[in-house]
């Protein structure tokens, strides 16, 4: 997923021109989620909608607020 996430990166920034704080957050949920995977052994070209939602639920037990939670939906669709 390495190697993904950076092509994904460099198209945010350059294509998109996304700014920093933008970058910074998609950054921060990807790499929160390919953690999850990992721990849970998910392969991210393998994760179902069940998974994602999954990690939905895992971040709400969490008490990450509902706003956190939307971009970190956001921040998956977009690399997905």
């Known amino acids: 997923m390495e190697k993904q996430l950076k092509q994904f990166f460099r198209f945010l920034e350059i294509d998109k021109k996304?700014?920093?704080?933008t970058l910074q957050s998609y950054?921060?949920?990807?790499v929160q989620f390919e953690q999850y995977?990992?721990?849970?052994?998910?392969?991210?070209?393998?994760a179902t909608e069940k998974d994602v939602?999954?990690?939905i639920?895992?971040?709400?037990?969490?008490d990450k607020k509902p706003s956190t939670i939307?971009?970190?939906i956001?921040?998956?669709r977009a690399f997905y």
Request: hydrophobic residues 20%; aromatic residues 10%.
């Open 37 to 46: 995977l990992n721990e849970n052994n998910i392969k991210y070209n393998k």
């Open 70 to 72: 939307s971009r970190t």
């Open 57 to 62: 639920k895992y971040l709400t037990n969490n």
């Open 74 to 76: 956001a921040s998956i």
């Open 27 to 30: 950054r921060r949920d990807l």
């Open 18 to 21: 996304a700014s920093g704080n």
């Open 53 to 55: 939602k999954e990690y």
